[in-house]
């Protein structure tokens, strides 16, 4: 089953890093004919799908279980990928990444609750072990793309990535999984009863900023490199280097648990995460920005998942539910950070619009202060 949800969350991955990877690309831009303010758009899009599915899939797991959640997102990716491959407009683009953002938080979900429930009080190393494979699938898509860029084309690249996507959607067709938690229907009261727990206010505006800065960083900074003069590819593995840092982050962060608390390392890595968004704000050189890059992912890479695993910890009844909303709300930092800055980018320059991930992860550590202070034995 852990393999399952590492399948599922892998895709997620490679669906959130696809923007910033082909935004990155002028040959892209030029095909989809797409300015600064509509590549932020389409980060709009695909973020309001992500969340869309996510307010819905968590208590439709709870009711119905994982298979069905993991099966038809798993197929809604693979149309968006296939879709886009040929895609000429803005328009089609705009479809495609609806149906991308629909699925991969169906997958997104799904895949964390099932980990979640089947590790119970391992969940905090196992869910950054999960975690790890979602950096290893959005590494994957800017690694590849810079390393065969002469081999294989763009589209090429996708039709690959929806062939992979078509091949789990296959998989989860002929696995078992577990049964679900509830035989009842959907229940509107069970969304609000999780609003109203104790302290998932907090953990939930936390999500919202972390969510924002990751989409943020991980959307923007081949663009950024590119208005620094350097070439598609040079840009593109500044890209690969951010994710390559989450994926060594999230790795680092199964060891540190074992040695410190969730909230002293979401504390800190949230400390982290500051200096690395400002070196990314400062940056006048290509090395100067993939090191901020490097740093920011690190830093990143523990904060999401152990939050989860602190909200697991905290709220173990109606789990599909309670991180269904925590990732509804995360994604609404991620749907709106990336539009803002791409249309600050628009007004006032990009670097102008890289002071929100700054002024984010500066929120991000007085909200994980807070957590601790309240639970500092966690």
């Known amino acids: 089953m852990f393999l399952a949800a590492c399948a599922g969350i892998f895709l997620f991955g490679i669906v959130l890093a696809l923007l910033g990877t082909l935004f990155g690309l002028p040959e ?211 890209l690969a280097g951010f994710w390559a840092a989450m994926t060594a982050g999230r790795l680092l962060a199964t060891w540190l648990l074992e040695h410190i608390g969730k909230t002293q390392l979401v504390l800190a890595s949230a400390a982290g995460s500051v200096a690395g968004c400002a070196l990314v704000l400062a940056a006048r050189s290509i090395a100067g920005l993939a090191a901020g890059a490097a740093l920011a992912g690190l830093c990143f890479a523990a904060v999401f998942p152990t939050t989860l695993g602190i909200a697991g910890d905290r709220y173990p009844q109606l789990s599909g539910t309670v991180f269904g909303l925590l990732f509804s709300v995360g994604l609404l930092g991620g749907m709106c950070f990336p539009w803002a800055i791409g249309h600050l980018g628009t007004w006032f320059g990009m670097r102008q619009g890289l002071l929100l991930p700054l002024a984010s992860a500066t929120l991000i550590c007085a909200l994980a202060a807070l957590i601790r202070s309240r639970d500092p034995h966690s």
């Open 28 to 238: 892209v831009r030029a095909r989809l004919r797409v300015n600064l303010g509509q590549q932020g758009d389409l980060f709009l899009i695909l973020y309001f799908g992500v969340f869309l599915s996510s307010l819905v899939a968590g208590p439709l797991i709870d009711r119905m279980g994982n298979k069905l959640v993991l099966m038809v997102s798993a197929l809604l990716v693979t149309a968006g990928l296939g879709g886009f491959a040929p895609a000429q407009s803005f328009g089609a683009a705009a479809t495609c990444v609806a149906l991308l953002g629909l699925g991969g938080g169906g997958l997104n979900i799904a895949a964390n609750v099932l980990v979640s429930d089947l590790y119970g009080a391992d969940r905090g190393p196992m869910l950054n072990a999960l975690g790890m494979f979602y950096a290893i699938g959005a590494l994957g898509i800017p690694l590849l793309a810079a390393s065969l860029s002469t081999l294989l084309p763009i589209r090429g690249l996708l039709l690959c990535a929806a062939v992979l996507a078509a091949l789990t959607t296959i998989a989860y067709s002929a696995l078992r999984f577990p049964p679900a938690r509830e035989s009842k229907g959907f229940a509107m009261r069970d969304l609000l009863q999780v609003a109203r727990y104790p302290g998932m206010a907090l953990i939930a505006a936390l999500l919202f900023f972390e969510a924002g800065n990751e989409s943020s960083i991980g959307g923007w900074v081949s663009s950024f490199a590119g208005s620094l003069g350097v070439d598609a590819t040079t840009a593109t593995w500044v």
